[in-house]
């Protein structure tokens, strides 16, 4: 046994050297999926600010048609009082559908707004973007997408008014 027993001296430090990377690894994975949670929540968060904002001032006229020109004028503002220098990276989209009309008054369409929002996650621990991060992989960036649809809020115009 005496044999052994004196060969053993630098096993744990041996142990330690395999194991340790590995350990540091799952480490960095799980605070990576952390920050990236973060994020994701401003990203949600952020599209359905913007979402509420174009389907609040998207409409001048009662009954009208919706403009995206306006709602993306506000939107930007909104985005650069949010976001400030961050706010050029952060891209947002918006698209108008048509939902129908209604069977009471035929020139009163409904509308929905559909925003997108894709919000760059800067990767903050080392070697989690070899899996984590969007293509090209070697800029560490993962780009998180966020969709909401919001109805359009319209003022009804009279139907009297004809």
Sequence with gaps: MKFFHGRREGQVAAELMLILPVLMLMIFFI?????????????????????????????????????????????????????????????????????????????HRHEDVIVTVVYPVRLIFPGTSWLLASDPKREGVRKVRAITRMPVEKVYESSDAK
């Design 31 to 107: 605070l990576e999926y952390g920050n990236i949670a973060y994020h994701t929540i401003i990203a949600n968060h952020a599209s359905y600010e913007f979402a509420r904002i174009g389907a609040l001032v998207g409409v001048k006229k009662p009954s009208g048609r919706a403009n995206t020109g306006t709602m993306m004028t506000k939107i930007n503002i909104a985005k650069q009082k949010v976001f400030g220098a961050d706010a050029q990276r952060i891209s947002v989209s918006v698209r108008l559908q048509g939902t129908g009309t209604d069977p009471l008054y035929s020139r």
